[in-house]
């Protein structure tokens, strides 16, 4: 895949990201085409800047590699809607998406759960640690930052806000990246922001810190990765016991990419289901 094709499917990445992109899967890709194999792609939730997202991913992306013997390369689309649009049209061999998504490309597009980080999720709403902002009311008439409205985390925080009785009352913004989520909290361009501790856990360290948790809410599975109905079943095999394999590095925090990867049983599915009937509606018909 060149640059051109990248950018045109896909939509996404940028410059610098495309040139890390190539430099860390050019010399796998090669060997690949020497061998008659194409690598295989997969399409990663852009919830982290590219770059941020290809650092974090970079010892799975090397023990798929050397546990299937072929290439493998990651890239991510621009934004939530533009990847479950694709996800939605079949476009995607392979591809990660939140885990209300997920579950709703299981129920209607088709696609077959591979694994699931072993860890679960907390949502946090975030604030400055010397906000003024006490509690859920001190909200009102502020601006929170969140990922895309399709993300989980943005999906949980907006369900979080309407019980406390804040719907309508406070402005969301949607963030790039939980990167520039945590700039704007720290510059007060917004009073509070909605992320997931595992995505905290993989900001670069120069992010800007001193948050405070003004509420959480566990229990969420991390992102789920599926196989398109375009990957052959020998192939997902191959590549749900290379996931299964996967030993994380216990020097690092526990994220999506750093952690065990395993099926999640059928019930903890179920109970995405309201989640997953909030981004059918969310994503509207197909367009024509």
Same mark, same amino acid.
């Given at each position: 895949m060149n640059r051109r094709q990248c950018h045109g499917r896909l939509g996404l990445l940028g410059w610098s990201a495309l040139s890390a992109l190539s430099m860390v899967g050019g010399r796998a890709a090669a060997q690949g085409t020497q061998?008659?194999?194409a690598p295989l792609s997969i399409v990663l939730a852009p919830f982290l800047s590219p770059g941020s997202l290809i650092s974090v991913y970079r010892p799975l992306r090397e023990h798929l590699e050397k546990h299937l013997q072929r290439p493998v390369e990651m890239l991510s689309a621009k934004d939530f809607r533009t990847l479950a649009e694709e996800a939605r049209r079949g476009d995607?061999?392979?591809?990660?998406? %939140?885990?209300?998504?997920? =579950?709703?490309?299981?129920?209607?597009?088709?696609?077959?759960?591979?694994?699931? %980080?072993a860890a679960p999720v907390t949502v946090l709403v975030l604030v400055k640690d010397a906000s003024a902002v006490r509690s859920a009311a001190d909200l009102r008439g502020r601006s929170v930052g969140t990922l895309d409205p399709l993300s989980l985390t943005a999906t949980v925080g907006r369900r979080w806000l309407d019980t406390q009785g804040l719907s309508g009352q406070v402005q969301l913004l949607s963030m790039a990246s939980v990167n520039s989520a945590m700039y704007a909290l720290n510059r007060d361009e917004v009073a509070a922001v909605v992320a997931a501790d595992t995505q905290l856990a993989t900001l670069p360290a120069a992010t800007p810190r001193g948050e405070r948790v003004l509420a959480s809410i566990g229990g969420m599975p991390g992102p789920l990765l599926l196989a398109g109905p375009s990957l052959p079943r020998a192939e997902r095999e191959a590549l749900r016991a290379a996931l299964a394999c996967y030993v994380p590095d216990a020097t690092r925090p526990?994220?999506?990419?750093?952690? =065990?990867?395993? %099926?999640? %049983?059928?019930?903890?599915? =179920?109970a995405l289901d309201a989640y997953a009937a909030i981004a059918r509606q969310a994503l509207g018909p197909v367009a024509r």
């Open positions: 061998a008659g194999q995607h061999a392979v591809v990660q998406l %939140p885990a209300h998504l997920g =579950r709703l490309a299981m129920l209607e597009w088709g696609h077959e759960l591979l694994a699931a %980080p526990v994220s999506a990419a750093n952690s =065990r990867h395993s %099926p999640l %049983p059928e019930a903890q599915l =179920r």
